[in-house]
């Protein structure tokens, strides 16, 4: 790794490929001492590799040769004895043992001790066996101490470089970073931003990288965006739910972070002028347990905003307002509006409040933008596109027909909205027009008032008539029943 990281042009590569050295003999020390195949416990053994240490490799020569040892004086014995099923095993409660069958037991020498009975065997004991035993097992127990003797010697040895080691880490981790953020920009034609002191962020053909992703190479419709602290102090953006407001504001953070943090940029051009902080008013959340309404996070947010931007801060504010009734949150958002605007606070304010159009010819530096949709019939098409001007529409209720109200809602609501738009005054904001009682349709299908018109249909004996008598008569029934 620092060999490839040495050869980069960038000078903070390099200095990451020296950093990335590791420390003198240490890995060295470790694979020597180590097995590759080492188990989880030092205690279970076999954790040091074989020829580094020469008493280890003893011991472990007795213990293992005592497995030999085992077969050799099995064979011996039943040489000795005769007895063609006897066995040489070990429990954990007496050691090693000779096993012969019941029926060979007359066979057994008389210095065998019998220690055991099973079922269908006798266990014996001998001198021979319990001497050899203490010297395997000692051996066995004496390799298992000394491993984790060694062990700790190396990691002692390790520790004791761990400074150095950490260092490497985080050289390692850096390199890491930036390689993903390489890789990043480079599968997705990032470009390297100017990143500079100006009070200006401008971009071309911007895009939000992970809506980006989602939808796939191609759909996302990139976006430009020019904002300062002069002429284009205070962005009002505009546009249908579902438009691309909010993804909009997203991504020109995440351009800003990532510009600032040293990466390249999802846009075609990029100029950053440094920020001090990027501030959003994003989204509605509760915060029950904390006691906080959803307008209360809000208004909390906003206020911390308002008290802590500088004209070198980034303000994102996403629909502030919405939590509470529409003319407290349209007064609070023009206030907001205003007080971001004649403090040269460079903000995008996203909002379906298209009055705030208005600031934009009451105050400098204040411009409308909207996001383009195309009206066809009934329905909507989003464009994803933002747009230089303001809105007058909102369209909320073609998007809850989308989104599958009922269409007696979404009728009603056209209703309740002719009404309160009417309504310039702004006097009340409860609809003038009284709702149409409920399932009207089916009532006068049974309960209507017998009409004269239809009584005299009824009567009428058609049989008896010309075709003349019988057009004139519909002619006046018509008549009549126009006058109804
Ligand atoms: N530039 C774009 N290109 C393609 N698709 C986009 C673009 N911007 C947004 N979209 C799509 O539109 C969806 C809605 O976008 P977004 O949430 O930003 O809308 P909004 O205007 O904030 O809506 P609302 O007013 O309801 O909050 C996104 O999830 C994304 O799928
Ligand atoms: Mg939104």
Known sequence: LAGVASRAESPLIRELAERCRPPEGVAEEILAAIDESAPLHVRDGGVIRAGYSSELDTLRDVAHGGREWIARIESEERERTGIKSLKVGYNSVFGYYIEVSKANTALVPDHYIRKQTTTNAERYITPELKEHEATVLGAQERAVALEQELFAQVRGAVAARAQELLGVARAVAELDALASLAETAHANRWVCPEVDDSDEILVQAGRHPVVEKSLGMGAFVPND??????????????????????????????????????????????????????????GARDELASARSTFMVEMTETANILNNATSRSLVLLDEIGRGTSTYDGLSIAWAVAEFLAKARIKTLFATHYHHLNQLASQ????????????????????????????????????????????????????????????????????????????????LTLFEAAPSPVVEKLKKMDISTMTPVEALTALWQLQKEAEKE
Not at 252 to 271: C, E, H, M, N, Y
Not at 406 to 427: F, H, I, N, T, Y
Request: proline share 6%.
């Open 225 to 282: 965006v020019k904002v300062d602290t002069r002429d284009d102090c205070l962005l009002i953006i505009t546009g249908p739910n579902m438009a691309g407001k909010s993804t909009y504001l997203r991504q020109t953070a995440l351009i800003v972070l990532l510009a600032q943090a040293g990466s390249f940029v999802p846009a075609d051009r990029a100029k950053i002028g440094v920020v001090d902080r990027i501030f959003t008013r994003i």
């Open 363 to 442: 105050l400098p530096g204040v411009r409308n933008y909207r996001v383009a949709v195309r009206e066809e019939a009934d329905r909507i098409i989003w464009l994803h596109r933002i747009m230089p001007g303001g809105t007058d529409r909102s369209y909320g209720i073609q998007v809850a027909r989308l989104a599958g109200l009922p269409e007696e809602v979404v009728a009603r609501a056209q209703e309740v909205l002719r009404d309160l738009e009417e309504d310039e005054s702004g006097a009340g904001i409860l609809p003038r027009r009284a709702p149409a009682p409920a399932q009207v349709r089916q």
